[in-house]
């Protein structure tokens, strides 16, 4: 079946706007998070949704960064008033109940902040 | 919270000879450790996993190893092939929580 899937693939914007990138889970997978990767980083966990649970925002830099999750399905992370530090791949993943299971990683939104 | 560390962060071989990739950690709580290999322009992907319940781990030419002890978890790739050349990054998690630590990768070439 078809795997997480993220778009845009790249996305090149102005400092000071607004980005969103959208994340396509695996179908029936409740459990979905964000990272970002910068380079020669590791991955960075921002957040964690979970059913219809309360979403883990832990990760998250500051509140320009925010995520939603609509239907359990769809999930959008917007990062407003972007800085060039936000510059990086941002990785979505999904698993089927969360918690310690596989996740399953998309492609990856490469973000560059001019 | 969890530190984890990796090292190597880049490592060549030859052909058919074996990779080591070493992580430690810090929290002692932590009890699951995959390891995912990302190939350029994708998402990582996971190769093998380990909990604390056990100390070895192998799949055809991946093996990981577990020491709960000394904290540190390592990945061993056997008789190496160009395919093989990937990042490779480990993690741990603690069960209790929703994150997964990563480590900061390790870029593998394998050399023809």
């Known amino acids: 079946g078809a795997g997480v899937s993220q778009s845009p693939s790249n996305k090149v914007t102005e400092k000071g706007k607004d980005v969103e990138l959208r994340c396509d889970p695996i179908s029936g997978h409740t459990a979905l998070y964000w990272y970002r990767q910068s380079l020669g980083q590791g991955l960075e966990f921002l957040i964690y949704?979970?059913?219809?649970?309360?979403?883990?925002k832990s990760g998250l830099p500051s509140d320009r960064f925010s995520a939603e999750r609509t239907g359990g399905s769809v999930s959008t992370l917007t990062i407003q008033r972007t800085q060039q530090e936000d510059s990086a791949v941002y990785l979505c993943?999904?698993?089927?109940?969360?918690?310690?299971?596989?996740?399953?990683f998309g492609p990856g939104t490469r973000l560059l902040v001019l | 919270g969890e530190n984890v560390e990796q090292h190597p962060s880049t490592l060549s071989v030859q052909e058919g000879d074996s990779a080591v990739i070493k992580c430690t950690y810090s929290d002692s709580a932590s009890n699951y450790f995959p390891w995912y290999k990302q190939e350029l322009g994708k998402g990582p992907q996971l190769i093998i996993d380990?909990?604390?319940?056990?100390g070895e781990k192998k799949d055809q030419r991946i093996a990981v190893t577990l020491n709960k002890t000394a904290k540190h978890f390592s990945l061993h790739i056997t008789e190496t092939q160009p395919e093989d050349s990937a990042v490779y990054f480990c993690?741990?998690?603690?069960?209790?929580?929703?994150?997964?630590?990563f480590g900061t990768g390790t870029s593998l070439t394998v050399i023809p």
């Open positions: 993690a741990a998690s603690i069960g209790t929580g929703n994150q997964f630590y």
């Open positions: 949704f979970q059913g219809n649970s309360a979403p883990d």
């Open positions: 993943a999904s698993s089927v109940q969360g918690k310690q299971e596989t996740q399953y």
């Open positions: 380990i909990r604390s319940n056990v």
